[in-house]
């Protein structure tokens, strides 16, 4: 309870706005459902949304086999 009471004390905090491209959002997004109510998504397909809202994603890449691995 004592948590909830700090909460309700702290100052209003303004809701900073981030540049994103909701555009590229958006499309991946439409394309991947095409028609579909339901789509999971890959690991790969959801980096790519968050990196349109400026979320640091870090890089990967798939591999066949060990020998590829630098």
Do not use: H, W
Request: charged residues 30%; positive net charge; aromatic residues 8%.
């Amino acid at each position: 309870m004592a948590f909830y009471g700090n909460l309700l004390s702290l100052d209003k905090r303004e809701v900073r706005r981030v540049a994103a491209d909701r555009d590229t959002a958006t499309v991946v997004i439409k394309k991947k459902l095409a028609g579909r109510d339901q789509y999971y998504m890959s690991e790969k397909e959801a980096n790519e949304i968050l990196q349109c809202y400026g979320f640091p994603v870090l890089k990967s890449v798939l591999l066949k086999d060990l020998s590829q691995v630098d």
